[in-house]
């Protein structure tokens, strides 16, 4: 699997993802302290696809974005919340 990009649109963010067969993503996204603000999982199928995170839910500020797939960390992405 692999993470292409992070695009914030306004409340909604999109993960553009290329998997190789179906997996379930575990999306973790955490606050600058550290804490969880948002655990999210989705199946995803094998190929390209777009993921649609609502983040509407999180104030504004600084997270990190961790995917996991299983218990395999993937990426992480720093994002800013505005």
């Known amino acids: 699997m692999y993470i292409q990009s992070l695009q914030p ?4 963010t999109y993960l553009d993802i290329v998997a ?7 999306i973790k996204v ?6 969880v603000a948002k655990k999210l999982t989705a199946e ?5 696809q777009q993921l649609d995170l ?17 218990d395999v ?6 994002f800013v919340k505005q």
């Open 30 to 35: 955490l606050g600058a302290e550290g804490w």
């Open 20 to 26: 190789d067969k179906i997996e379930k993503i575990t």
């Open 54 to 70: 609502n983040l509407s839910d999180l104030a504004s500020g600084i997270y990190i974005m961790n995917a996991f797939i299983g």
């Open 44 to 48: 995803l199928e094998a190929g390209r």
């Open 73 to 78: 960390f993937v990426k992480s992405i720093r």
């Open 9 to 12: 649109v306004n409340n909604t």
